[in-house]
């Protein structure tokens, strides 16, 4: 190891605690700014993220402090290895933020499609994981002059739309092993994270649809109905009209409880 | 040597003359720069693939909720150890090892704290002397039988007290339990790292530093520990949201969906499910409120959500800087069976 790089790495190691906090200070900074952490997170834990950056922020001047003053020491090598997984996140949470998940994980998680009943023990006896929101929140529709009607209260107020002509959005994708002609139009509804995400959605099948690439986001107007499919009785639209959209942007991809 | 106004730092410059923590051991430190390198050169060489988006954000999405209340396991933690003398930790236990096994089971009660702040509070709290069996009680009954989890599991299932409260009332039984049976095959000495005993000689403020210096003195003093725990053991959640992340991005949940007519079956799959999710305790009765629609056995989702708080894949690997590795097999083999007999219990005997 040459004298520059030994001096450097001993700079580095001294000051890792530090710089440690300090890049997640800097982090939470930036999930913050213009909401980034909705990607992941629910909207409701913007009070988590600032509790994170606050702690951090502590963190971080009492280690300069007590680094100033010369009461930590030398570190171990293991330093570098917490330093090094300490930081890890940082570099995910950055390639990740502009993105959302889309068809691969619908493949990965069962789909809450069916229909619910009238009274609440109704619905607790469907299937379908929406029913048990109290409180959903009512996002803004992508487009103004005519309010789209989000999957989730389409899916809960099934009765009240059943046979009707609707105009939704969300993102489209063809499973491999769905019945012909017939694609999903979904969504997915956050708890408290990503990784609780459950999907919800319709089937949809008419013309237009062909064309789409799995996870375009949608606007697609059509009669809805039950139909049988796979050997159920599983909410359907029948597509008139597709328009393709733009990603929403970050705090608007998911439904949230 | 510049001395230091006030002992804080653990390293070979301690004032009190204390050895340096445990660094990471020669094989510990093979696997974990191998499995940092790996981690970046997944995200380098596959960072454009849909199946890396989805676990980049699900791992991101785990650490991001976790953090913020590791971070203030780690701050309570550090003020702990300056703000609270071994002698009032003593004083405060009952005499009788049993009652204090099951007063530490229901602390969570009074000091809510969910799974990933518990492990650096118990730590502190073991360094302080709370015995053994005492600080599996509350680390294991802490992240359930607390307020914050009874109102979550409320909300989830529509109102029905009855799920919040039989999910909190086995969580404390298992606590308890697991804490006694523990207290039982295993001494502190067999069960806890020598860094954490309050016999051993690291560096610590157990030595009488939390008596000493002015209160701005001791609080730095305990910030600068918890930002020292934070580091330590941080590397733990990072590894375990990684794996649970990994998990969950290949294994597809529809096959607990194929075991659903099968009760027993059911219950496995469901603890398995917690293991590998890895979700918060404040947040996984709505995933195990979702599988009651599909007709999943509510013993099953009891399972989830007793089990998950207790034992996940992030949670062993936080273990690991607090237990001997022989006590955490024993100590998740307990666990495991505990919730897997109690929800048979509950399936098969229940009205």
Request: aromatic share 12%; proline share 6%; glycine share 8%.
């Amino acid at each position: 190891m040459t004298p520059t790089i030994r001096t450097m790495e001993q700079w580095f190691s001294k000051r890792l605690l530090s710089l440690v906090f300090i890049a997640w200070v800097l982090a939470y900074a930036w999930l913050l700014n213009q909401d980034r952490y909705m990607a992941f997170l629910q909207p409701r834990f913007r009070g988590l993220m600032y509790m994170g950056l606050f702690i951090s922020g502590v963190f971080a001047l009492v280690s300069v402090l007590a680094h100033s003053s010369g009461q930590d020491g030398e570190e171990t090598s293991g330093a570098w290895i917490r330093g090094g997984f300490l930081i890890l996140p940082i570099l995910f949470l950055v390639g990740a933020h502009n993105t959302t998940l889309g068809g691969y994980a619908l493949s990965k998680r069962p789909l809450g499609t069916s229909v619910p009943g009238l009274t609440l023990e109704e619905k607790i006896l469907r299937d379908d994981p929406s029913l048990w929101t109290m409180d959903i929140r009512d996002l803004p529709p992508v487009h103004e002059p005519e309010k789209p009607v989000l999957l989730s209260k389409l899916l809960r107020n099934w009765k009240d739309y059943e046979g009707k002509e609707v105009l939704t959005e969300g993102m489209y994708h063809a499973p491999k092993d769905s019945p012909e002609g017939y694609g999903m139009v979904f969504r997915f509804y956050v708890t408290c994270c990503a990784a609780d995400a459950v999907p919800v959605g319709i089937f949809a099948r008419g013309k237009g649809l062909d064309s789409l690439k799995n996870d375009q986001w949608v606007r697609v107007r059509g009669i809805v109905r039950l139909e049988p499919i796979l050997g159920q009785e599983l909410p359907s639209m029948e597509v008139s009209q597709v328009e393709k959209l733009p990603p929403p942007a970050t705090g608007e991809q998911y439904l949230y409880f | 040597m510049k001395k230091p106004a006030f002992p804080i730092a653990y390293s070979e410059t301690c004032m009190h003359g204390h050895r340096a923590p445990r660094p990471v051991n020669r094989a510990g430190a093979w696997v974990q720069s191998l499995f940092l390198i790996l981690a970046v050169l997944f995200y380098i060489l596959w960072g454009q693939e849909e199946e890396f988006r989805t676990f980049s954000i699900i791992f991101s999405s785990i650490v991001l909720e976790a953090f913020p209340f590791m971070l203030l396991g780690a701050l309570i933690g550090g003020l702990i150890e300056v703000f609270v003398p071994r002698e009032r930790i003593a004083g405060i236990l009952p005499k009788r090892p049993l009652l204090t096994v099951f007063l530490a089971a229901a602390l969570g009660l009074v000091f809510p704290v969910c799974e990933c702040a518990i492990v650096p509070v118990v730590r502190r709290l073991i360094k302080k002397g709370l015995p053994l069996g005492a600080a599996i009680a509350y680390l294991l009954g802490g992240p359930i039988v607390n307020p914050l989890v009874a109102a979550s599991t409320l909300v989830a299932y529509a109102m029905t007290w009855q799920a919040a409260f039989t999910r909190l009332a086995i969580g404390y039984a298992i606590a308890a339990s697991a804490g006694l049976l523990m207290d039982m095959f295993f001494t502190r000495e067999q069960a806890i790292l020598p860094e954490n005993r309050a016999d051993h000689g690291g560096c610590d403020c157990r030595n009488g530093c939390e008596a000493s210096g002015t209160f701005l003195q001791r609080l730095y003093a305990g910030l600068v520990h918890g930002a020292r725990d934070f580091f330590d053991i941080g590397r733990f959640l990072i590894m375990g949201a990684f794996v649970a992340a990994l998990l969950q991005t290949m294994v597809s949940r529809d096959i607990f969906a194929s075991a659903m007519g099968i009760p027993l079956l059911s219950i496995l799959l469901m603890m398995v499910l917690a293991v590998v999710l890895s979700l918060c305790s404040e947040a996984d009765a709505f995933v195990a409120a979702s599988f009651r629609f599909s007709g999943m056995p509510f013993s099953a989702q009891m399972g989830f959500m007793v089990l998950g708080p207790m034992l996940d894949i992030k949670l062993v690997l936080m273990y690991l800087s607090l237990f001997r590795k022989r006590a955490i097999i024993a100590l998740s083999s307990l666990t495991v069976l505990l919730v897997f007999l109690s929800m048979l219990v509950m399936e098969y005997c229940s009205p």
